[in-house]
């Protein structure tokens, strides 16, 4: 899910609050005792990849428009006189991820023969011996209990801390595993909870009424047999039945905004790996595509919170679902409602060409746009930086296409043929030519280059090159996107 809303923001994608103004910037923040997760290191590997590009571009400019835009932060980056806070993306839960569920629990040293027959009650061996460096191996039962320690870290304070008032909490779980069907509960009860803390402070108080979204996963996709894994996928279902009806009863009156999401239809089976190996079998999918387009809603929401006599609740729970418009397994622009279209269609569609267009752009250094004003833009734009991204989101897209002929297949974008663009993008079409009208417009490298001339010449002071042309490109593409396809008209709801 993280990795398609960095995505998303990297193709100029806009979190914007209810009055339509940018938000200043964002903190994601992954909780997960599994610190070798292959997912987990990717996820973090590409929000570094992405600040790092951000920080070249805009240096330390809070969010603007354009690729890139949007300022993503950690927690040291704005608790930096804080030492105990280490710049990373994920919150340390050392004496979760160092221990097995027994040792979590101190069970040797308990002597009660009742409460050792309770515990054993609740757990069974296998449990107990989790460890839990590798995650919950899908049992919540332990996740509950050992992420407890999540309000008792450094990481937690400091958040606490540097919450402002105005601040919305986005939380995103699967709940048919063990970290997030136990995490979300736990994680959200303790934020309402700082309002009852004695001896409480400004802090508590307003991050206990933060406006909180949750993002509640489903299974959506499908995982091989395994003999040696504890995790079978015919535990799933009783797992999300039991989760939903707890979160009713429990949670749901101390959220905002819930998003529920899945997809019956089965993909191609994942590797069903328990946590021992690094879990690298788990791949991009169109649920996590939308899921982050949840993100984008909620930030827009103005679906307030209240304080009530013993807990503080969400004034009206808002619940919301995902339906494309028709049962197409293969899934285009055609497919997705037009509010997602409207949030995210312009901005990927001028990102693909960004990036097709860059291929050829060592070679174009000679045309106006890129040396007739300074700072000139030179054969080391295409930093290494900016390559190991293009890579990286082209694994992403490459991914979500391919999931078997049973399973929805995100597929947005044709092969570019050549530097033309004309079909480049599945469900849109270009607009008729003014005098031909029964051709449609050609787009190719030159229409791309013409309009970078243009802009180029309207717009020349930025700081280095890497300034210049991320905002050239982006005001350019824009346009002849605008000029050139039929957006909106693809039979969206």
Not at 293 to 320: C, E, L, M, P, R
Request: glycine share 6%; hydrophobic share 35%.
């Amino acid at each position: 899910m993280l990795n398609a809303l960095i995505m998303q923001l990297a193709a100029g994608a806009q979190p914007k609050d209810q009055d339509g103004n940018l938000i200043t910037s964002i903190v994601p923040i992954i909780i997960d005792p599994h610190a070798t997760n292959d997912a987990l290191t990717k996820s973090t590997s590409l929000l570094h990849l992405y600040k790092s590009i951000r920080q070249t571009i805009y240096r330390d400019n809070e969010s603007t428009e354009g690729f890139f835009g949007t300022k993503i932060e950690t927690l040291h980056d704005i608790n930096r006189d804080n030492n105990n806070i280490a710049d990373q993306f994920y919150f340390q839960l050392n004496n979760v991820t160092n221990n097995t569920f027994s040792n979590f629990i101190q069970e040797n040293n308990i002597t009660d023969a009742s409460t050792l027959h309770f515990i054993n009650t609740l757990y069974s061996r296998q449990e107990k011996g989790t460890n839990m460096n590798i995650g919950f191996e899908g049992s919540p039962n332990i996740g509950s209990v050992a992420l407890s320690e999540f309000s008792k870290s450094h990481d937690f304070e400091a958040f606490r801390n540097v919450y402002q008032e105005g601040d919305k909490l986005f939380f995103i779980g699967s709940i048919f595993g063990g970290t997030g069907a136990a995490g979300l509960p736990l994680f959200i009860s303790k934020i309402r909870d700082l309002a009852h803390r004695q001896n409480n402070d400004n802090h508590n108080i307003d991050c206990a009424h933060a406006p909180i979204g949750a993002l509640i996963v489903m299974p959506y996709f499908s995982i091989t047999y395994n003999n040696d894994s504890s995790i079978n996928q015919e535990d799933w279902l009783p797992k999300v039945r039991s989760a939903l009806d707890y979160y009713d009863q429990h949670l749901n009156n101390k959220i905002n905004d819930i998003y529920y999401l899945a997809d019956p239809q089965m993909t191609t089976p994942f590797f069903n790996d328990a946590g021992q190996n690094s879990q690298s079998g788990n791949r991009a999918h169109l649920v996590e595509f939308v899921g982050a387009n949840a993100f984008f809603h909620f930030i827009q929401s103005n679906n307030v919170t209240t304080n009530g006599n013993d807990i503080v609740t969400a004034t009206q729970t808002k619940y919301y679902r995902y339906d494309l418009n028709n049962a197409n397994l293969t899934v285009t622009f055609n497919e997705f409602p037009q509010q997602t279209n409207d949030t995210l269609q312009r901005h990927l569609m001028a990102f693909h060409i960004l990036r097709n267009f860059m291929i050829s752009l060592p070679q174009l250094l000679d045309r106006p746009f890129a040396c007739k004003y300074a700072p000139k833009i030179e054969g080391n734009i295409l930093s290494q930086d900016i390559k190991n991204f293009w890579n990286k989101y082209d694994d992403w897209l490459n991914q979500m296409k391919n999931h078997g002929v049973n399973a929805h297949n995100l597929d947005l974008f044709a092969e570019c043929q050549h530097g033309n663009y004309t079909d480049l993008f599945n469900g849109v079409d270009t607009k008729q030519g003014i005098i031909f009208k029964k051709t449609k417009k050609t787009v190719d490298n030159s229409v791309i280059i013409r309009k970078l001339n243009e802009v180029a010449e309207q717009h020349n002071q930025y700081a280095n090159q890497y300034s210049r042309w991320f905002n050239i490109a982006f005001k350019a593409i824009n346009e002849v996107i605008e000029e050139n396809y039929n957006l909106g008209n693809n039979q969206n709801r």
